[in-house]
């Protein structure tokens, strides 16, 4: 039986705007195809998302990576809009899998593992408060100017880097003028002088 034609068998059903699809460390039970409408992806606080990761837009497979890997869900999954989804059996999902050959199963395995990495990593990082976050994303791009000094070049706009920080641009801006008060960074503009590198990773790991 094709991927297609399991689909087919599972019936759809519709789910309100703002209720929950599933949640982050829930048992996967099922493996969900989303048919109509969009989805928020991220950490949930109810109906409301502190920390938002994405969004998926039907049509598409909600975190395939937890049937996959055999792992619980990675991120909370809220409907944004109307919803019409099926709901495959985890188990049916499965025995479809074990019937694939071995390099495919391969294949499916590498692209769900890799996939679950990044999903990992943007939700650790979405936990982290604004001014870790910054300060995580200012020690990943700081270059070495000499043996005692680093300085991180701004190529993108602020904006975009909030974007990839999940906060807003006013943050963003709050939050540097704050370490450079505090005497973690120095400068301003395109080029910032990372003075107490030390001091940042403490933040981060905070």
Do not use: N
């Amino acid at each position: 039986m094709s991927l297609t034609e399991l689909l087919k068998q599972a019936d759809p059903q519709s789910i309100d705007t703002g209720h929950r699809v599933f949640s982050r460390g829930q048992t996967a039970k099922c493996v969900y195809y989303l048919l109509q409408g969009r989805v928020g992806l991220g950490l949930f606080q109810g109906e409301q998302a502190p920390h938002r990761l994405s969004k998926m837009v039907a049509p598409g497979w909600l975190d395939l990576s937890a049937a996959v890997l055999d792992q619980p869900m990675s991120y909370d999954a809220v409907a944004e809009t109307p919803l019409v989804v099926k709901r495959v059996p985890l188990r049916e999902f499965q025995a479809w899998l074990a019937q694939q050959t071995v390099s495919t199963r391969d294949l499916i395995h590498d692209l769900a593992l890799g996939q679950r990495q990044m999903t990992e990593l943007s939700v650790s990082r979405l936990a982290m408060d604004a001014q870790a976050r910054c300060a995580e994303w200012l020690l990943e791009h700081a270059q070495p100017i000499d043996r005692e000094s680093m300085a991180v070049q701004f190529t993108q706009r602020k904006r975009q880097i909030a974007e990839q920080l999940g906060i807003a641009p006013e943050t963003l801006s709050r939050v540097l003028r704050d370490l450079r008060e505090r005497g973690f960074i120095r400068g301003r503009g395109r080029v910032l002088d990372v003075v107490d590198p030390t001091g940042l990773r403490h933040l981060v790991g905070a």
